[in-house]
């Protein structure tokens, strides 16, 4: 009895396709809504602070990627063996899953720990030789990376809310971090209301209060509010036929989300010594990106769990619809996104305090790369399918090529020839993946979603 109960209770196996991912993905669309303007709103203090601290946080912009990346790929092997497992019924070894997540998670905050310490200096070195850049740099990365055990647990309550179909508690969580920060931003930068003028180390500040409080209201609601599993650390035995399958689905995940970072590194070398112009213009460039991409990222947070839970569950038609619906949505907003950025670049940009200079880069920069958002919506989506269908090869060779092989080449090609067609890099990569990410899908329905309808 209590096993039919709680099978009831998740909502991925028991909607309507399209209620579920209205229900899941607004709540999600609303707390990135949230992060995107959080990311925006704190570039924007820092830009007015300093010309030369929003220079640092551009350049430190892929080790925020790289964090990211490596929260959401343990999140997505989380999501994915979770999910399933409810799926299945198996509900003692989904506690235990939960449990193996949290743990994942902090030895993950450790390592951030590591590297904020002994490794931020030398990392702000690579990529600048000036003095001031670098101290702001050091100053946020190290503030950030030594406290970011925060971001981790705030990540982990996430991931236990999407698997078991909570969908508004895990707004709440990230919501409430990203308020937080955004009200702290301009009080510590700029010394509001009595507290000291901190600048960049007063952005940092403020995004780790603001992790930190979406990690203690996370922990708190998986605690009180989800029924369907129940955590705890107090008698932890790591074991192996848990870790392997969450890795190696995660791992992959992780290498896919990561190559954002290696994009984000070798653009700002090659941007770098030709001008630092360029440099800030990506740097805008990348939030205003993330803006726009924030229903297909809260699409992807959507996707796999519920795929997973209607794989296990071996429900094909759930498992269609579930992409197909996805598609449009994704599609639309991007559309609706990429149309904003080429009508008004100019107002876009006006928002980071560019130098006249990087403004008259940055327009017809914009207006070529608004062209990108349609292929990589596709290629995301599709990606986020691969996922959870277990063909995580193909989910990479995707990421590889849009970000690393196709892309980087490509740039530094277009570079050489005339600088302002560098920026051509992104649709032209885009597009050809979107291309190849069809076609493999059609191989990866034909293994894995087309033979569900005949087990019995």
């Not at 780790?208 to 203690?216: H, K």
Request: with cysteine; aromatic share 12%.
């Amino acid at each position: 009895m209590e096993e039919k109960s709680l099978q009831k209770e998740n909502i991925m196996g028991i909607l309507p396709v399209k209620k579920l991912i209205f229900v899941t993905v607004w709540p999600m669309v609303v707390s990135m809504f949230i992060q995107s303007c959080y990311n925006i709103v704190d570039s924007m203090f820092v830009a007015k602070f300093s010309p030369d601290a929003f220079i640092a946080l551009s350049l430190i912009f892929p080790i925020q990627i790289l964090v990211i990346s490596l929260n959401v790929g343990i999140g997505v092997g989380i999501n994915a063996l979770l999910a399933r497992r409810l799926g299945e019924q198996r509900y003692e070894e989904a506690n235990r899953v939960a449990a193996h997540g949290y743990a994942l998670y902090l030895l993950l905050g450790a390592l951030y720990a590591l590297f904020g310490i002994f490794f931020a200096r030398g990392f702000m070195e690579l990529f600048s030789d000036d003095g001031r850049i670098i101290s702001y740099g050091v100053s946020y990365l190290r503030i950030v990376l030594i406290f970011g055990f925060g971001v981790c647990l705030q990540f982990a309550g996430e991931r236990m809310m999407q698997a078991t179909g909570n969908p508004i508690w895990n707004m709440y969580i990230q919501a409430s971090g990203a308020a937080i920060n955004v009200i702290l931003d301009p009080i510590l930068i700029f010394g509001w209301f009595g507290f000291p003028e901190m600048g960049v180390a007063g952005a940092a500040l403020a995004t780790v209060i603001g992790q930190w409080t979406g990690a203690l209201i996370g922990i708190y609601l998986v605690k009180r509010k989800v029924k369907q599993i129940h955590v705890t650390l107090r008698h932890f035995k790591p074991e192996m036929d848990i870790i392997l399958p969450i890795l190696r689905v995660g791992v992959p995940a992780m290498l896919v989300q990561s190559l954002a970072t290696v994009m984000s590194l070798g653009l700002n070398k090659i941007f770098s010594m030709y001008s630092e112009h360029y440099v800030a213009v990506l740097g805008a460039y990348f939030r205003i990106q993330n803006f726009i991409y924030l229903v297909v990222y809260s699409l992807g947070n959507v996707v796999v769990p519920v795929i997973s839970y209607n794989f296990g569950a071996k429900d094909k038609t759930r498992v269609e619809e579930t992409i197909r619906l996805c598609m449009i949505i994704g599609l639309v907003s991007v559309c609706i996104g990429g149309a904003a950025l080429f009508l008004f670049p100019g107002p876009l940009l006006s928002l980071f305090s560019l130098k006249e200079e990087a403004m008259a880069v940055g327009i017809p920069a914009m207006r070529i790369v608004s062209a990108s958002f349609l292929g990589g919506s596709v290629s995301l989506i599709f990606s986020y399918a691969f996922q959870a269908l277990n063909c995580n090869r193909y989910s990479l060779l995707i990421s590889l090529l849009r970000q690393m092989i196709v892309l980087l080449p490509l740039a530094i090609v277009l570079l050489a020839v005339r600088p302002i067609l560098t920026w051509w890099a992104f649709p032209i990569t885009e597009f050809g993946c979107m291309i190849l990410a069809g076609i493999l899908f059609k191989v990866a329905h034909k293994k894995q979603i087309a033979t569900l309808g005949d087990v019995i």
